[in-house]
């Protein structure tokens, strides 16, 4: 979990200045989805979160 914050920050908010909690609230729930839907990881085989459980409950 620590390194998934960590990853959000360097990856998003410190890339961006917000100014309100709904900014900082937008920009999480925007990494959040893209994170989970997008970004590819080698701990999974190149796939992404989404992907990678989808072929687990498949098989």
Do not use: G
Not at 25 to 52: G, H
């Amino acid at each position: 979990m620590e390194s998934y914050f960590h990853l959000m920050k360097v990856e998003s908010l410190n890339r961006q200045k917000l100014h309100t909690l709904e900014e900082l609230q937008t920009a999480v729930d925007r990494y959040t989805e893209w994170f989970n839907t997008t970004r590819i990881s080698l701990k999974t085989n190149c796939k992404s979160p989404m992907n990678y459980r989808d072929e687990l409950l498949a098989a």
